[in-house]
């Protein structure tokens, strides 16, 4: 079952090699809008405070770009 999963991602990336990328941008942009929005409620204010999508559209980013790479 895990080699099935592996070899679809692999096979979806090979193709699609760019939706990563653009995932991670859109996380990036994301947490841009969080920043702006008035801290009063708590998840929001919470995600802006510690910029956890800015961190995760990053990681998603390098990934999506070594991963591109390779395949």
Same mark, same amino acid.
Do not use: E, Q, Y
């Given at each position: 079952?895990?080699? &099935?999963?592996?070899?679809?991602?692999?096979? !979806?990336?090979?193709?699609?090699?760019?939706?990563?990328?653009?995932?991670? /941008?859109?996380?990036?942009?994301?947490?841009?809008? !969080? &920043?702006?929005?008035?801290?009063?409620?708590?998840? /929001?204010?919470?995600?802006?405070?510690?910029?956890?999508?800015?961190? /995760?559209?990053?990681? /998603?980013?390098?990934?999506?770009?070594?991963?591109?790479?390779?395949?």
């Amino acid at each position: 079952m895990m080699m &099935r999963l592996l070899r679809s991602t692999g096979d !979806f990336l090979a193709r699609w090699s760019g939706v990563p990328i653009l995932v991670a /941008v859109g996380l990036i942009l994301l947490n841009l809008v !969080f &920043r702006l929005l008035p801290g009063d409620w708590p998840i /929001v204010g919470w995600l802006a405070h510690t910029d956890l999508l800015l961190h /995760v559209g990053l990681i /998603v980013g390098l990934l999506g770009i070594l991963l591109g790479d390779v395949l």
